[in-house]
């Protein structure tokens, strides 16, 4: 029999094939010119011998075959058609029609029976109905399989509904999501519910740069970093904006050795992908389904909208900026050094814009971008971001991307333009020799290069894991030689009427309190 493939190149030909089989030579040449000249490709033979042969090397639509003739008559090349390819109908033609012959016809497959004389008209009309059958029967064929896949779908649902327990869980999940007050709750309460109503044992939630849709994991129940055969996973899950199930390790995906199933479920805000939830069964009896990816897209779902009213009903900008002060405060809690140095950076950046006569809503953006510019280092490994000792080259590349890696999750939210820039640009050098776009002079907006010289205060200011606080005179002495070259003199003078200031006044306070 012919295969699904075959049928399919079949129904797609350019020209419909027929195959005219009798011996009169004249009835072949006079039909075969006809059909020709109405657009067929048309083989001839003499008998049912003669057909058989070709079509092994042949392909045809449709067979038009006189009953009597020599070798092998119409009624015995029908039947061996219809063994070699049951797609293929056969119209036989007869001079001599009776009970007998109609009736055999019928056994043996032939689709229309004409009775000679017949003329070219009557052909062509059985003909071309008995193709438009061929090619309704090959498109059921064709589609067989998606019907199959549609009735498949059909039954998981009927399933799904015959199933009370499941409604149960649907109204946990909107009654859970209806009742929390923050963004950064309803992300804690992801992870929470999905290692409740699946049987995964660990779960993790990635957010995503808009730049280049990279994930960086900022909630987990596991004590070790994500495998990266799992990110690769989320970023798949990620790109395609489809939820993904590994139901069943079986070698199909690379996953590490002891997760026996896995799902990753992407969640939207506003059209967007803002994060992926990943949830994995390590070892045991349990394992992932199309039901717990069904509940985790739910969930997903629940949740994006719960943050979307959050910013309706309360205020958007306040959700959001929680969440990911709430990255900094992680990304903050892994050195001690820098405890509190975004706050730190933020003040004295909120005084040099004093100074420097910024408009309140300048000073705005600056309350908002300080405390977020070193957010990007959630991505920095920690035996790098921590090293005692110099970075390497390599070393030093990661840490340098971490203002890009910032941005880019600011801007995944879509609100934020110009405190996405400061976070880019804030290691940006008035010479152009910073990073990461190279930007020099005025092309750096004001408030990256009022931050950066904020930064670089509290940075000398602090003891770091590499190294102790510097003094006061090295500190305005590595200032004021940056000037021009690193920062901005501009915001350098600024800065230093400031300390002047603080400094005169407290020395008035000491004086103040000695006297």
């Not at 609100?415 to 020099?440: F, K, M, S, T």
Request: glycine letters at 6%; aromatic letters at 6%.
């Amino acid at each position: 029999m012919t295969s699904t493939a075959d049928f399919k190149a079949s129904a797609l030909h350019e020209k419909p094939t027929i195959l005219i089989v009798d011996d009169e030579p004249s009835l072949r040449e006079v039909a075969g010119e006809y059909f020709q000249a109405k657009g067929y490709e048309v083989f001839t033979a003499a008998d049912g011998l003669e057909a058989l042969s070709l079509l092994e090397s042949q392909k045809v639509d449709c067979c038009l075959s006189d009953i009597d003739m020599p070798r092998m008559d119409g009624l015995q090349l029908a039947e061996r058609i219809r063994q070699l390819d049951g797609s293929i109908p056969v119209v036989i033609m007869t001079g001599y029609p009776s009970l007998e012959n109609t009736i055999s016809t019928l056994k043996n497959g032939v689709v229309d029976f004409l009775v000679k004389p017949v003329n070219l008209k009557q052909m062509e009309l059985s003909v071309r109905r008995v193709m438009r059958e061929r090619d309704l029967f090959l498109r059921n064929l064709l589609l067989a399989k998606e019907v199959e896949g549609k009735r498949r779908l059909e039954r998981i649902n009927r399933e799904l509904e015959r199933k009370v327990e499941e409604l149960h869980t649907i109204n946990r999940i909107m009654n859970d999501f209806a009742g929390a007050g923050t963004s950064d709750e309803v992300l804690q309460r992801i992870i929470a519910l999905s290692m409740e109503i699946t049987p995964a044992t660990e779960s993790r939630f990635f957010v995503l740069t808009s730049e280049n849709m990279q994930p960086f994991e900022i909630l987990s129940t596991a004590a070790a970093a994500a495998d990266p055969a799992i990110i690769h996973l989320v970023e798949d899950a990620a790109r395609d904006e489809l939820p993904l199930l590994v139901a069943e390790k079986g070698g199909v995906k690379a996953l590490p050795p002891d997760v026996v199933s896995f799902a990753a479920v992407p969640m939207k805000i506003r059209g967007k992908v803002f994060g992926v939830l990943a949830t994995a069964v390590r070892s045991g009896d349990g394992k992932l389904d199309e039901r717990d990816l069904y509940y985790l897209s739910f969930m997903n779902q629940s949740a994006g909208r719960a943050v979307e009213n959050l910013a309706l009903y309360e205020n958007i900008y306040e959700n959001l900026f929680s969440t990911l002060f709430a990255f900094v405060r992680a990304v903050e809690a892994r050195d001690s050094y820098t405890q509190q140095h975004s706050n730190r950076v933020t003040e004295m950046a909120l005084k040099i814009s004093r100074v420097m006569g910024c408009s309140n809503e300048e000073r705005d953006i600056l309350r908002f971008a300080g405390p977020l510019h070193d957010i990007g280092k959630i991505g920095i490994p920690d035996d790098i971001l921590l090293k005692p000792g110099p970075l390497g080259k390599a070393e030093f590349e990661r840490i340098k991307a971490h203002p890009v890696i910032g941005a880019g999750i600011i801007g995944q939210l879509g609100l934020w333009e110009r405190e996405q820039q400061i976070v880019r640009w804030h290691h940006e050098r008035y010479d152009g020799n910073g990073y990461p776009d190279g930007l020099a002079g005025e092309e750096i907006p004001l408030l990256a290069r009022i931050l950066a010289v904020a930064d670089a205060f509290d940075a000398m200011s602090s003891n770091r894991v590499y190294r102790e606080a510097m003094d006061e005179a090295q500190i305005l002495a590595s200032l004021k030689n940056g000037a021009g070259s690193q920062f901005d003199p501009a915001v350098v003078e600024a800065f230093l009427t400031i300390y002047a200031e603080e400094q005169a006044q407290g020395r008035r306070q000491t004086a103040t309190a000695d006297g």
